[in-house]
């Protein structure tokens, strides 16, 4: 049934490292980070891994289903897997979501990448927190340079795109993941030997549920959907690409944990540093930009080491950025015929015209910086609508859809490998966990969050 000119990922392996590439990304690095730290530390960091275990890993593992299941782009699988094309809109609000995630963390990546020459250029040898702060400032002030930056990112992804993919991201993913878990292991420790380092844990670690509040939970649900690429179609269009004797379970289960680790230890590699220095952790986007160069100063060799920690966090966001655009390349391609060079192309301008918003608007003093819709920068609302609205209704929508509108004989099948897998147990307990837990917590969510019910 697949087609044989469809590449897949090499092996077992392969596709771990492919979809790690996927989900390690600025969610781990930037934004769980800055996240946690305006929203209270220990208590956000428990609702987000309750969103994880209940919402984002089901939703992976069914995304994985009807995309290998079928061998498609997310609007085609979901076609074929139902006779009713209303469900195909999954596909288009997915792909909708990732144009504006797009559009945002292309703005990001463009800081990352020019983090790496002012690492280089040994800007933050000696530099103290207003240094730091004031190095941030120049990065994202523009016009100009914030915008090249964003437009070498998307001329990079576009390259990659047209170069032929999947091979591609895994060797990449596969030889420098570790790299990159290393520096974020040497930021840890050394921020964890700070003195007042103790301060930093308790706030990741020692939950204060107080100040929880309904939009709080909404922003936890929202990271875990980002984190993990789901809800949008990148992990049904990886699945696409898997081998068919991967166990897909298994494969969910890895990547979900050595994801959580990364973001665990950037939190480790922040919060501690963040007290030692008498900084703010609710400082928002900055925060990582801030605090990272500086704790790199209190290291032998910093510089090196910082400027290598930014290439690695630009690839990261690079194989991330990659598979979000490919699930528009392979809908334009399969659905709607047009070459993959067309398709890479129209969709690189439509991200580069858009996404200069986003990143003027998060430029001080620029004239969009001060024009707000909905209260909210260009930056701000592509982020939110992006994690808070459209994902959790895609993910809502894929729960209901494998849940409900597919038969048990079909998943059971395909996620025991034709029964080669004896995981029945599992299985079954993924159908109650995705029939009942994650559309009922991610209803719950919402509802609370716009004030219908009260929790
Ligand atoms: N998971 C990526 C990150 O954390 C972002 C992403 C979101 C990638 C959605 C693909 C789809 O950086």
New binding site residues.
Partial sequence: MSDKKRETFSSGIGVFFATLG???????IWKFPYLTGANGGAAFLIIYLLCVIFVGMPIMIAEFYIGRKTRKNIVGAVNQLSPNKAWGGIGILGMLSGYL?LFFYTTVAGWVYSYIFKAMKGEFGKANIDGAKSAFSVAIKGPVSPIVWQLVVIIIICTILILGVKKGIERVTKSLMPVLLILVFICMVRALTLPGASQGISFLFKPDFGAVSPKIILIALGLAF????VG?G?MTTYGSYFTEDNNMIATALRVTLADTLVSIMAGLAIFPAVFSFGMEPAQGPSLLFVTVPLVFSKIPLGNVLLTIFFVLTAIAATT?SI??MEVPIAYFTEEKKISRNKAVIINGIIIAVVGILATLSASEGSALAGTKIFGKTFFDLFDYISSNIFMPIGGLLIAIFIGYFNSKKNVVDELSNGGVLANNGIINLFRIIIRYATPILVLIVFLNSIGIIKL
């Fill in positions: 996927s989900a390690v990304g600025l969610g781990n995630i980002f984190k993990l690429s949008m990148t991330a598979s979000i």
